[in-house]
């Protein structure tokens, strides 16, 4: 299949309240590893690049790859870029041919924020790619974004509503206690909150800060309104786990291939294990199935 937006696979899980995973992917073969987890249960899925992986590889090497892997497979890919800063890089991404981006201009003051999501959503509406905006700041480190505890604030809700009306993104991402990278202790999610942005938006909340949660956090927050779960650390994590478990193990081999493999393998039983926990399986009875 083609690669798709984020528009028809957000709406129908917030409605179904399941939430749709978006995995943060290194190379071909997380990649591929991601797509392979999301056949094997036949869930739709998002496949997330950073701004830095981007940048690294090359626009045009990571749509090489995604569009053989979308190609020939049968469930619903899109290719989001996530936390990205830069106006330049997103426009080239959408050029590129990316199904859906995100502008995080949440640590600008709120009107500036609000004039340059609407300045993103006015630049992908047209080519039918989705977008993502942020408000309030989500303590720890994702790419270049560095968020202090002291630092870290959530999403007003009385500003969620006023920025998601006049910027008319496709989904929503509110600080609410959650963190990027591993967690310090016991997160503290703010799930009245929670309720609240997503009752007042109407729109599909992205829940950022995935890694090191709970199964009880990530159900509740599903259940109120949590429409796409960002997966990050776990797969970076998966990615130097995987290879290196292996070689320790079998230290005289040196037959590349295998390693690789082993990474797969390691990628995508986390993977399957968080899309399973989403909801959005033939076995749940929703997503794909309904
Ligand atoms: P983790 O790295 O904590 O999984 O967070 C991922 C994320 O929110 C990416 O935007």
Known sequence: MPLENMKSMLSKAAAE?????????????????????????NAPVIIQT??????????????CWMKELAASSKVPIALHLDHCKDLGLIKECIETGWTSVMIDASSKPFEENLALSRQVVDMARPKDVTVEIELGAIVGVEDDIHVKEQDAHLADPEQAVKLCSRAEPDCFAPAIGTAHGVYKGEPKIAYDRLEEIAKRTSIPIALHGGTGLSDDVFTKCISLGCAKVNISTQLKYAFIDGF???????????????????????????????????GGTCNSHRGLCT
């Open 244 to 278: 290196v478990t292996y070689h320790n193990q079998h230290n005289t081999e040196y037959n590349p291939l295998k390693v690789i493999d082993a990474q797969f393998d390691q990628l995508k039983g986390g993977i399957v294990e968080k899309i399973t926990l989403f």
């Open 17 to 41: 309240r399941y939430a749709v995973g978006a995995f943060n992917i290194l190379d071909y073969n997380s990649t591929k590893a991601v797509v392979a987890a999301a056949e094997e249960l």
């Open 50 to 63: 950073s701004a830095k992986t981007v940048i690294f590889w090359g626009t045009s090497a990571i749509m």
